[in-house]
């Protein structure tokens, strides 16, 4: 590995700075590695085996780690195919560079990716982003309140407003409009609007009906609260 030169002490961290844990049983590569990652803004935890990573992973969930291939004891491929029947957290390999063998057994074993020894720093923390970037979930925002027509329903208070006046709706009739603006343009089984069985799915379509009666110029033929045949209803929002 090349050498990193030394640079002055990095910012602090934020909270949500990706958490990695280093596991290579070279001290000198684990402070090298520990220095730079923390200078790129992550947050890193070290272990020189598969076992200390065990114990670091007690009560501890990281981001991402980086596993050297040959180490005493348990070796970085047995520990990630071990890993990978209780989690799925992205892994990065290191291997030697003669070692192609190790690399495709890495690879069958479920790591992410791989860079060989010796490694440029600079690729190492392409690699990881790349791997972040690809793994890395956003959870969708969410739903606060949703339109239709001249009403707006705020989930979380639960409110109906009709061009900002309050309409008096039940309890029943919230907890459907919650679980349809929960999924807007997305059909809701009739099963889910009974409350997990709670009532019977004729109670559903009548209880919609009268739901209806409150938010559709003709409930006949409505225009929001939508039945799709054989299956459940949907709430047509407005954009």
Request: aromatic content about 6%; glycine content about 8%; overall charge neutral.
């Amino acid at each position: 590995m090349t050498e990193i030169a030394p640079r002055p002490a990095p910012p602090p961290l934020p909270d949500d700075a990706p958490h990695l844990l280093v596991v290579d049983d070279d001290n000198r590569i684990r402070t090298l590695l520990s220095r730079f990652l923390s200078e790129h803004g992550y947050r890193v935890t070290t272990a020189a085996s598969a076992l200390e990573a065990r114990s670091r992973m007690v009560g501890l969930e990281f981001d991402l780690l980086v596993l050297d291939v040959m180490m005493p004891g348990e070796s970085g491929v047995d520990f990630a195919r071990w890993l990978r029947t209780t989690s799925a957290v992205p892994i990065l390999m290191l291997t030697a560079r003669s070692e192609t063998v190790d690399r495709i057994t890495g690879l069958e074993a479920g790591v992410d990716d791989y860079v060989a020894k010796p490694f440029e720093p600079r690729e190492l923390l392409l690699r990881i982003g790349s791997i972040l970037k690809r793994t890395t979930v956003t959870p969708p925002k969410a739903i606060e309140a949703v339109r239709f027509g001249d009403f707006t329903f705020h989930l979380g208070r639960g409110e109906l407003t009709r061009a900002g006046e309050g309409v008096r709706i039940t309890e029943r009739e919230r907890d459907m409009l919650r679980a349809l603006a929960e999924q807007p343009g997305e059909t809701v089984p009739r099963l889910a609007l009974a409350g997990g069985g709670a009532a019977s799915e004729r109670a559903v379509d009548v209880q919609v009906n009268r739901l209806r009666r409150k938010v559709e110029r003709d409930p006949a033929n409505p225009s929001f609260v939508q039945t799709v045949r054989g299956i459940g209803y949907r709430l047509v929002v407005t954009p």
